[in-house]
């Protein structure tokens, strides 16, 4: 029914109707805030007052503008904003950008620069391009921040001796020596205090300190030191707050054009990406509480990118400084509990309350007090762990010279060197390639590690030339990208050495990226699944002549075919069928196939590594059976889950709708998805040991076999049933061993569900199923057969199956799939020949 109706022709208002089975709607909804949101704005509130105060300072601005801003963001960008729990006001990492511009063109023109930078991040957010300003590298941003946080410590190292900061870095670094040679004492003192108590204040210890840590430490050490100053009669500069009625506000700005474009745009940059950044942080802030998950929405950027712009807007015309996101009052806020959007407004309530009532108050605080309370946030910006990061990322040098830049040019200055060098590292690590020649038993081993461009090709002509001809060359390919030009010249050098009687095998590449020109069929052919740890391959050796096979077919190009139509174009059939977690992309991102815990330093032909002895590797969840699981799961996540992804939703919105019951061995080699050609949603599959399918009965029946044939046909209705053996199965090897009597093991009860297989194998000779065009290789080949002809007639025997049999709803096929010829036979459609015939290529198609 619809949530509305017309109203009629007769009716004087419109009707409202309201859903079935609920009671009719009240009057309107009355505005309630949760007792955490209460107590979260009151954490928030008291970590803002002094902060903002200290900011305002910093930037020499009035002290109202921090006041302002801090009102503003609370209440404005946490009403509009798009990240429900962060806290906006007067950043940190805005205090360099916000000196330079009053320096340069004056309070109030600040102002109106802060109202244009507003309203360009309005345009930004309806553009809905907030997601690509997390495009910026982490190192330009960690760097932006280091450099500010640096700025700011420096300059506010003057006020903590009791001087007057410069207006720049290498200007306060040169007037240091002077004013640590003749600090004032009162200012000193009351920094030292405040630096102690904001140190010592987290870590008292026990109960008392569990108490007394949810007061932040920030009100504390103001608090303290206002108050130790004040008993002490300290003469110092203290907080000095107009009268409202005298207060700056914004005025049409006055200066350069250029000069103001540029303010404008490093307002708006440093602004944006600072509170873009923010809002992710407060996502993984709040997934990692419990029970949050589900209240609080996951953070709208571009609707953030718009409450911050309507922010600066309000706050520029008030006379307040230019507001971001800020990450020490938005963790707070998550920490003291936080569930709504209502304690960021409530907080600004607050500061608006405090700027009102408490004026006298706040008019005893030492400057010296606030300097130090924002120094200690600059050196805070510096993280030694964001410097251990970019380090192991190999980024330390975009980071200095971000430093650097913004600490000796300017933040704008500073990020634009940050963005050239790192575009410069970027270029240099796709032209790095190395080549390398070398020879392991008459094997030519050329290794190509990084991507491989046109840059590359020079060097890759001279190695490969390096090759003598006729011989045996493997080309191991560790990166993700080959250009044209690269792959013209390693296919006409393959073409050159095979038709001088070489062979060529190149391995390592992805999927897709192919080598038209044929390699020799006896050596490895199957490239798409070289990773897999339990793979090994021969060395290579010179090609036997090779009989013809049956039917004309060649059974290693049929495998070699199965293997690339299970990562075709169309993306990973069920498997994943990409380079996995030790291929050209290790879960370190770097190029390169590392030799993984368990497995031994030698490189078959295809460049994987050989396998130790199952008791040399252990099982616990952190050794190399652990870390080979979650490196492959990493490796799915990675590389196949983006492309399975939409499939997947599809599934699991509509539920599965498989159109075969797959019953197989529980056997490592035999993967169903693979050897179909099938994909999510396809194979609804049982496996167990030896593909068994026990008769149906009290006594001989088995429960979870039954229960899955029963809900295969009866509910979800596939069309087929297939039973598949496979060569070489264990389970029919034990049953061939057995001897009569002894202990009843789980495995030995079992496998009595192929007794009647073993007497289906001992009939006379022309009854037997077999593989067309040969006989069986051994025993256990026969049994393996027998046993697929034997548990389709136990599966004839369910309920569920006659009646969908009867009802010609549904079709029984045998299949034997043969591992080392990687080759599939089905039943013959006349089930009393036995007859098993060899799938070919041609009818892959029909």
């Not at 029919?732 to 192929?754: D, I």
Request: overall charge neutral; charged content about 15%; some cysteine.
């Amino acid at each position: 029914m619809s949530a509305c109706v017309p109203a009629r022709a007769d009716s004087a208002r419109t009707e409202h109707v309201h859903p079935p089975h609920s009671p009719p709607p009240g009057g309107p909804r009355r505005f309630r805030v949760a007792g955490a949101d209460v107590s979260a704005s009151i954490a928030v509130f008291l970590i803002a007052l002094p902060l903002s105060l200290g900011i305002a300072l910093a930037t020499g601005a009035p002290l109202q503008a921090g006041l302002v801003a801090a009102a503003v963001g609370g209440i404005v960008a946490g009403w509009l904003g798009g990240c429900p729990l962060q806290v906006s006001g007067p950043a940190a990492g805005l205090t360099v950008v916000t000196a330079d511009l009053i320096v340069r063109y004056g309070w109030r023109t600040t102002c109106a620069i802060t109202v244009l930078a507003g309203l360009a991040q309005l345009g930004l957010g309806c553009l809905r391009v907030a997601r690509s300003a997390l495009a910026v590298s982490p190192a330009i941003v960690h760097g932006m921040l280091a450099g500010i946080g640096v700025t700011i410590a420096v300059a506010q190292l003057h006020i903590v001796l009791g001087g007057t900061p410069q207006s720049s870095v290498p200007d306060n670094l040169r007037a240091l020596p002077a004013q640590l040679a003749s600090p004032r004492p009162a200012d000193l003192a009351v920094s030292v205090l405040t630096l102690t108590l904001l140190l010592l204040w987290p870590r008292v210890p026990g109960r008392a300190g569990r108490l007394l840590g949810k007061l932040p430490a920030a009100l504390i050490a103001v608090a303290g030191a206002t108050v130790v100053a004040a008993l002490a009669g300290l003469r110092l500069p203290k907080v000095d707050l107009p009268s409202w009625s005298s207060h700056a506000l914004a005025t049409l700005p006055e200066g350069p054009v250029l000069g103001l474009v540029a303010a404008v745009l490093t307002t708006t940059l440093v602004c944006s990406v600072q509170s873009l950044l923010g809002a992710v942080a407060v996502d993984k802030l709040a997934a990692a509480r419990p029970g949050l998950t589900g209240r609080v929405k996951r953070s709208d950027l571009d609707r953030e990118l718009l409450g911050q712009g309507a922010a600066n807007i309000v706050s520029g015309s008030l006379g307040g400084l230019p507001i971001a996101g800020v990450a020490v009052r938005s963790s707070a806020n998550v920490a003291a509990g936080a569930v709504s959007r209502n304690s960021t407004m409530l907080h600004g309530v607050l500061v608006v309350i405090a700027t009102l009532l408490l004026v006298p108050a706040l008019e005893f605080i030492p400057l010296a007090a606030l300097a130090s309370l924002v120094m200690a946030v600059g050196l805070k910006m510096v993280s030694l762990n964001h410097i251990r990061t970019v380090t192991r990322h190999r980024e330390v040098l975009v980071y200095a010279v971000t430093t650097c830049g913004v600490v000796f040019f300017g933040v704008l200055e500073g990020v634009a060197l940050g963005i050239a060098v790192a575009v410069g590292v970027a270029l240099h690590r796709l032209t790095r390639t190395r080549i390398t020649h070398d020879e392991t038993e008459g094997v030519h081993h050329v290794h190509v590690r990084g991507q491989l461009t046109f840059l590359a090709v020079p060097r890759l002509s001279r190695v490969l030339h390096h090759v003598p001809q006729g011989a045996d060359a493997v080309v191991e390919l560790d990166g993700s990208f080959m250009d044209h030009a690269a792959y013209e010249t390693l296919q006409d050098w393959q073409r050159t050495h095979n038709a001088q009687g070489g062979s060529v095998d190149i391995t390592g590449r992805r999927p897709g990226t192919r080598i038209s020109e044929p390699a020799d069929l006896d050596g490895c052919r199957c490239r798409p699944w070289t990773p897999w740890r339990n793979h090994q391959c021969e060395p290579p050796r010179p090609a036997p002549p090779r009989p013809a096979p049956p039917h004309g077919t060649d059974r290693q190009d049929a495998a070699d075919e199965n293997a690339d139509a299970a990562t075709g174009p169309s993306g990973p059939k069920g498997i994943d069928g990409t380079n996995g977690p030790d291929g050209p992309d290790g879960p370190d991102g770097s190029a390169g196939r590392p030799v993984a815990p368990g497995t031994s330093g030698k490189t078959g032909r295809n460049g994987t590594t050989g396998r130790l002895d199952a008791p040399n590797r252990p099982n616990s969840p952190n050794g190399p059976s652990g870390r080979e699981l979650a490196r492959g799961i990493s490796a799915f996540q990675r590389n196949t889950a983006p492309l399975v992804r939409g499939e997947l939703a599809r599934l699991a919105r509509e539920g599965q709708q498989p159109s075969q019951l797959f019953l197989t061995c529980a056997d490592s080699r035999v993967v169903t998805s693979m050897i179909t050609s099938s994909g999510p949603g396809d194979l609804f599959v049982v496996r167990n040991v030896g593909n068994l399918v026990p008769l149906p009965g009290d006594k001989s029946g088995d429960d979870s076999v039954a229960a899955a044939i029963e809900y295969a046909v009866d509910i979800l209705k596939v069309r087929s049933i297939t039973v598949c053996g496979h060569s070489g199965c264990g389970a029919m090897q034990a049953l061939l061993s057995a001897e009569p009597g002894g202990v009843q093991t789980p495995l030995k009860r079992w496998l009595r569900h192929a007794l009647p297989s073993l007497e289906r194998m001992t009939e006379d000779e022309t009854s037997r199923p077999r593989l067309a065009g040969r006989r069986s290789a051994d025993a256990t080949e026969q049994l393996c057969l027998a046993n697929v002809v034997q548990q389709l007639e136990h599966l004839r025997a369910h309920d569920a199956v006659s009646r969908a049999l009867g009802a010609g709803d549904l079709e029984l096929h045998g299949m034997y799939f043969h591992v080392g010829e990687a080759q599939a036979y089905l039943l013959s459609e006349d089930a009393g020949d036995g007859v098993f015939e060899l799938v070919l290529e041609t009818d892959l198609t029909a």
